[in-house]
């Protein structure tokens, strides 16, 4: 991404990094704060951490450090319009679009194969099993490929912050696929259960609270369209540190919205047991969480409640798993309680 300083051209007024460094910190800190509430439902109330939390923590770590790595950016000059920046400062700033560039491709592909070893959890066929690990796959050939595209744009690697970058190839069909892509996967994944829970037989009220849920994993497709969308825009423009404030606005938003969108539904069993009159039942019961009566309240993924404990402890699940620690919900995090299986193999 060469950088190019024109005498010619008058210093223009006007900062974006101020507002650049607040939003990295608000998302960010959004993001952190939802995980560690994730974590202590999962490890104290629910007793069932995995690896789907172990790998979504490698990507909160790698999402903290893209937005440090925005706020650095900002003392260089970006989000300052080109023409004010001083030359001396280019390579800085194209070491710290190297770094972004490395840092979103691992993160978001962290937190991708998070969200499908979640899925495993729910998985109640061979067949949907196998979907997944097929999925994981492609995600971790996915991240290998272009993580080696972005460490060796250049040739040597340091030519990447040359201001000129006589030695690079030409990125942007590169960066174009790997934003498509990467919104395509994104859409992937948050399709991927939705002919599952639309076979599941539950209340209407339930059902649609779990589509509620997914749905709202679209706002990170949206919000990895708009981030393909200023990629193109900041690659074109001949003052890319202006422009590239909405770049680097819209990819912290994706990452960490997928962050909180793949652990809030973890946190119902916490909620449920801080305020459990308003979120005890979704059913009007107030029983004590046995039979069939507790087997219909509860929505979400990752939270969904049964009363079947017999049946699920044929299935090789921990009692701890199932239950609060009250003993007063029946929270199925492992698998959903289903009658029937969700794939029709």
Known sequence: MPLVHNPNVPPEPGSRAGALIALQVFFVAVALLVYCLRVYTRAFILRSIGHDDYIMGLAVILSIGLSINACISTTFGWGHHLSSIPPSNYSSILITIWIAELLFTL???????SILFFYLRLAVTKTYRTIIHCSIGFIIIW?????????FQCTPIPEYWNPTGTSCRDPEAALFIHGLTNSLTDVYIYILPMKMVWEVQLPKRQRMGLIGIFAAGFLVCVAGALRLYYSILTQKSTDTPWEGFNLWTWESIEINLGIVCSSAPCLKALITKMIPRMFGSVGGSKGTGNGDESGRRGIGMGYL???RRERDRERGESEDELTGRDGNECVLVAKMDVHQSWLKV
């Open 107 to 113: 993160s978001t592909s962290l937190a991708k194969i």
């Open 143 to 151: 991240a290998i490929t272009f993580t080696l595209v972005v460490i």
């Open 305 to 307: 409640e049964s009363g």
